[in-house]
């Protein structure tokens, strides 16, 4: 048959990114970046090669924990 295939390859990671007792403060602190713009400007961009005014979910995942790590508020 004419069928398009795509086969995706998943694996466990040994440590998690965000430790479970940190899951909480980094859903808050993506939902803060995503709905309001203006506290995601306000955050040190520069330690992610980003400016002000980027999109947020153009951002990689391993982007988003570097971002999260580097908040003393969460």
Known sequence: PAVD???IGLS????PLIPKHRLKAYEIFTAECF???SKL???PL???GQ???FSPSRVSL???VSLFN?????
């Open 5 to 7: 295939t795509v086969f």
């Open 41 to 43: 400007a306000k955050m």
């Open 51 to 53: 400016t002000a005014g």
């Open 70 to 74: 580097s908040q003393k508020r969460y």
């Open 12 to 15: 466990k990671r040994t440590a």
């Open 35 to 37: 709905s309001d713009r």
């Open 46 to 48: 520069e330690t992610i």
């Open 62 to 64: 391993e982007t988003w």
